[in-house]
């Protein structure tokens, strides 16, 4: 099982990404799936997380810019993120709890994708 996470960059501050985070393999089920973030010099802190059943929660700092979402058809979590700022570059990284077809579950991590807003 692996995620694989892209669609980070450079963008301006203002503007806007979409990140992409798939889970491959040999999965039975994808539960809870979610966005972090680690800025330089600082610890990895939760952006947005989405449940198996579909309830959301955001760090307060993303409210109202960042939207996640996710498609279970394909097993893949996005984070649109609008009215970036300087203060969001960091490493995304996308997490999931899986449950492969063996019936044995753990948390997975994507390899992370820079995001970095600058003018």
């Known amino acids: 099982v692996q995620l694989v996470g892209s669609g980070g960059g450079l963008v301006q501050p203002g503007g806007s990404l979409r990140l992409s985070c798939a889970a491959s393999g040999s999965i039975f089920r994808v539960s809870a799936m979610g966005w972090y973030r680690q800025a330089p010099g600082k610890q990895r802190e939760l952006v947005a997380h989405?449940?198996?059943?579909?309830?959301?929660n955001y760090a307060d700092s993303v409210k109202g810019r960042f939207t996640i979402s996710r498609d279970n058809a394909k097993n893949t979590v996005y984070l649109q993120m609008n009215s970036l700022k300087p203060e969001d570059t960091a490493v995304y990284f996308c997490?999931?709890?899986?449950?492969?077809?063996?019936?044995?579950?753990?948390?997975?991590w994507g390899q992370g994708t820079q995001v970095t807003v600058s003018s």
């Open positions: 997490n999931a709890y899986i449950v492969r077809k063996d019936y044995l579950s753990n948390d997975y």
């Open positions: 989405i449940a198996g059943g579909g309830s959301i």
